[in-house]
């Protein structure tokens, strides 16, 4: 809990549906990421908790298996761990149910060559400890009674790195949240996360070729480099308030998303407000997308191309009713509902899956 980002709310909402269970992660930054936003309640840390204000913590990656596996949630009978890293080492008691819900096997791990592209020097040196850490990875994988994806998508990736199927469910949006206007801004929007994964310098890019006007809301490490080359139609905002983000979707002209998303809130949160998302054809993009009908789909990551595609939304509106109906699919009660039904399943089976994981710990 050290950035606000879409698997930090998704655990948030998973907290609020279990309201007396107990709360834990590796470290928390309150000052970043408010109680509020992740189910209301105070999060129990790990002894990496000192460090989460001094430290970046990318450099306190490879302390993260023992932090996670050091929790103290053996006294549970169930536990459901959010995971888009290292969640899944979390340690269950031996009769207990663990049922992770995998946002991705983590990238730096599993997916090098695209993680460290441009930084190759990097990955070489890490090599190393990124095999342990692999290792270790693949061994807390084991201990997991069931897992859970978000994505199809994200389903055969845990199927790839770990030889485990999982059940898919989509991750929650409070569509109710989110209303359309019928105020129109004139301006495409990128909301996003500022790494190089989500790709929004092709955006700014494609925005200063064909001078297309384009706000950028978010922050992360891409933030002063994307004002440096932002052109005279494109506005850099950075970090914004709910309140401005919900009119900023509800009057853009489209919402662009041009990185292969795991499975992509922002796309749905472009729906729910009646803008049509315009996205890269990938990941989860392809199970929330209906090319011309639901939003808009590119096949290629280049700055033409995504032009293109944004000047197709601006000729082509969508209807706002197909829009809504596209995100309703993804409402909180259909998650809750999808969830309880996975919890149950993962119930049912879990003898087997403890079996399992007691000779594993006896063989360890």
Known sequence: MTQLGGAERVAGRIAKRFSEASLYTSAHRPDIVPLAAVGGRAWRTSFLQPMAARVNFKALLPLMPMALSSLPVSEHELVISSSSSFAHHARAGGEAVHVCYCHTPPRFLWEGEMYFAGRLALGAALSPLLGVLRYLDRRAARR???????????????????????????PPVDVASFAPSRERSGRFLVLSRLVASKRVRLVVEAANRRLLPLDVIGTGPELAALRRMAGPTVRVLGWQPDAVVREALAICEAVVIAGEEDFGLVTVEAQASGRAPVAFAAGGALEIIEDGATGYLFDSQDPETIADAMLRAR??????????????????????????????????????????????????
Request: hydrophobic content about 55%; aromatic content about 10%.
């Open 144 to 170: 997991v009674g069931a897992y859970v994806a978000v994505s199809k998508h994200i389903a055969a990736r845990v199927r790839r790195v770990y030889g485990r199927e999982a059940q898919v469910v989509y």
């Open 315 to 364: 000729e082509a509106p969508l209807p706002v009713a197909d829009l809504l109906a596209s995100a309703r699919r993804f409402d909180l009660a259909a998650f809750y509902e999808r969830f309880d039904a996975a919890l149950t399943l993962a119930r049912v089976a879990a003898p087997a899956y403890v079996r399992e994981a007691m000779a594993l710990k006896a063989g360890s």
